[in-house]
C-alpha cells in the first residue's frame, strides 16, 4: 500500500527527524507531541554525538552516518544548533587506567575507526578547569556538540517548512488497530485517521505500543544532570567523559587488560548508584555536568538530592575550576534503552514504524529519521536493518536493573 498520510508520535530527536524527511518527501504528516517539543531525553541531554565507544555492526554504522548527516543538517536546517566538531575524550588520571585507555585506543584504531591518545598537557590545554594530575585521555575527534534541543526545534521547524503539521500539547492515547494494520492514533483531540503510525516517544513508547499488543523490550533509565550559569572565560573544548565511564562500555570490558576494580569510587558503591561523570559546555558558557544514572519504577523525570549529591562529587573530585561556579539549574531525563543498546526501526504490524529505544539518540536519532522514512517509502533502507528489527531476541527490561551499553 503507497503511504501518503503519517502521523508522528513523540516531538524528540526521532520524532522531529522523522517528520522533516518525510515531509521532504512529500509525505502528509501530523507530528504529536503530548507536551512541549523536546520535553523528553532529547530535551534534557548534554548535547553528546558520541562515536567514540560505538559497538561494531549498526551502532558504529549508523554513528558515522548521522555523523555524516550532520554536517548536511547544518547547512539544511532553519535553526542554528550549535553544532561543533571539536571531538570528544575520556580521561584518566592513574597508570592503570592508562594502561586500559591505550588498549582501547589502539584496538579501535586497528579497525580503522578514528582515534587518538592524548597526552595531559594535551588534556588541560583542551579541558582549563580539570585537575592538575589528569595523565592523558582517549580522543576521539568524529566526536562532536550539539545543542540537542535546538536541533529538535529546527527538525520541527524545518518539518513545518515542508508542510507538516506540528501539535504539541495533543497527546496519543492509544494507536488504533484494524483489521491487522495500524490506521491512525486516538488523541487527547479526537481520532486521528492515517496511512501509517510512526512510534517515536521515547521511554513512553512502551505504554502506546501496549495498546496494540506489542511488546515493546524498551526501559528507561534516569540521567541527572546540573548546568551552571554561562562561564565562556571557562574553555571546555572537547565533550569530557570520566573514567568510570569506561565500565559501561563493551569495548573496554572486552579488553584483554580491563580491571573494573581501576574504575571505581567509594561513592558509586555508597549509594548504589553509578555515574556516568561528564560535562559538556554550551556556545553561551554554561556547562553542563551529569550524571548519576539509576532506574526509577516508573517515568519520574525529578532528580534526587543522593543522585546529584554523587555526580557534583566527581566533578568537585576532578574539575576543581569549577568549584566556585554557580549552578543555575537542575534536571533529570529518562533514557529509553535496549538491552543490547540497539535501538528497534521497524514495522512489527503493517502500518506502524518504531523509531524507539534510543540509547544514543544524538548520535543514530538524524539517521532514524532517514531509514524510518526509507521503509515508509518502500525503498531499501542506506544501512542493514537486521539488527534493530522488533522481534531480534531482547530481555524485557525490569526496574532497578542496570544495564550495560
Ligand atoms: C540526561 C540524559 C543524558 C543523555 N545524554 C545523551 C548524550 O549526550 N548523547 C546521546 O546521544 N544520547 C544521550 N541521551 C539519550 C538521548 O537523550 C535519547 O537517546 C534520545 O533523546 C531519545 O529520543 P527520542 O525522540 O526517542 O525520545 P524523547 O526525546 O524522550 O522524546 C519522546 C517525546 O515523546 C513525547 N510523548 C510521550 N508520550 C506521548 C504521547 N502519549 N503522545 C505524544 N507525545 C508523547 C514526550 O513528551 C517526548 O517529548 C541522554 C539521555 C538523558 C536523559
Known amino acids: ?27 502528509r504528516v501530523t507530528l504529536f507531541e503530548e507536551t512541549a517539543l523536546a520535553h523528553g531525553a532529547s530535551g534534557r541531554n548534554p548535547g553528546f554525538v558520541w562515536l567514540h565507544t560505538r559497538n561494531p555492526g549498526f551502532g558504529r554504522e549508523v554513528s ?25 575524550i575520556i580521561f584518566y588520571t592513574t597508570e592503570e587506567q592508562g594502561a586500559i585507555v591505550r588498549e582501547f585506543v589502539e584496538t579501535v584504531q586497528a579497525d580503522g575507526y578514528p582515534m587518538e591518545h592524548i597526552d595531559g598537557a594535551e588534556v588541560r590545554r ?12 582517549s ?44 490506521v491512525g492514533v486516538e488523541t487527547s483531540e479526537g481520532r486521528f485517521e ?19 499488543g506489542i511488546q515493546l523490550a524498551v526501559g528507561g533509565e534516569r540521567l ?11 574553555r571546555v573544548e572537547p565533550l569530557v567523559y570520566g573514567p568510570l565511564v569506561t565500565k559501561q562500555y563493551r569495548l ?22 553509578e555515574v556516568l561523570e561528564l560535562i559538556s559546555q554550551r556556545r553561551n558558557g554554561e556547562i553542563l555536568m551529569g550524571c548519576a544514572m539509576d532506574y526509577p519504577d516508573d517515568i519520574d523525570l525529578r532528580p534526587t538530592v543522593e543522585g546529584l549529591a554523587r555526580s557534583l562529587q566527581s566533578i568537585v573530585q576532578d574539575f576543581p575550576g569549577l568549584r566556585g561556579v554557580a549552578v543555575d539549574r537542575v534536571w533529570a531525563g529518562i533514557l529509553p534503552f535496549t538491552s543490547d543498546t540497539a535501538p528497534i526501526i521497524d514495522e512489527p504490524i503493517p502500518g506502524l514504524f ?38 531480534r531476541v531482547l530481555e524485557m527490561p525490569g526496574a532497578g536493573v542496570a544495564v550495560r551499553w
Open 139 to 182: 580522543f576521539c575527534p568524529a566526536d562532536a556538540c550539539i545543542n540537542t534541543p535546538l536541533l529538535v526545534r529546527s527538525f520541527a521547524e524545518g518539518a513545518r517548512q515542508a508542510g507538516a503539521e506540528i501539535r504539541e500539547g495533543v497527546g496519543v492515547t492509544r494507536l488504533i488497530e484494524e483489521g491487522g494494520r495500524v
Open 224 to 234: 541527572q544532570v546540573a548546568a551552571t550559569v554561562p562561564v565562556p572565560e571557562i
Open 1 to 27: 500500500m503507497s503511504i501518503d498520510k503519517v502521523a508522528v508520535v513523540g516531538g524528540g530527536i526521532v520524532g522531529t527527524a522523522c517528520a522533516y524527511f518525510l515531509a521532504r518527501e512529500g509525505k
Open 354 to 391: 518504531l523509531g524507539s529505544g534510543h540509547v544514543y539518540g544524538n548520535a543514530a536519532g538524524p539517521m532514524t529519521g532517514r531509514l524510518i522514512t526509507q521503509l515508509i517509502m518502500e525503498q531499501e533502507p542506506e544501512i542493514a536493518l537486521d539488527e534493530v528489527r522488533f522481534d
Open 126 to 137: 583542551m579541558v582549563e578547569p580539570i585537575r592538575e594530575d589528569v595523565l592523558g585521555a
Open 194 to 212: 492515517a496511512d501509517a503510525v510512526v512510534l517515536g516517544a521515547g521511554a513512553w513508547a512502551r505504554k502506546l505500543a501496549d495498546t496494540v
Open 252 to 273: 573496554f570490558r572486552d579488553l584483554p587488560s580491563w580491571d573494573a576494580a581501576h574504575f571505581t569510587e567509594p561513592y558509586e558503591d555508597e549509594a548504589n548508584i
Open 64 to 88: 558515522l552516518a548521522s555523523r555524516a548527516l550532520y554536517d548536511q543538517l547544518v547547512e539544511d536546517l532553519p535553526l542554528d544548533f550549535e553544532f561543533r566538531p571539536s571531538g570528544g
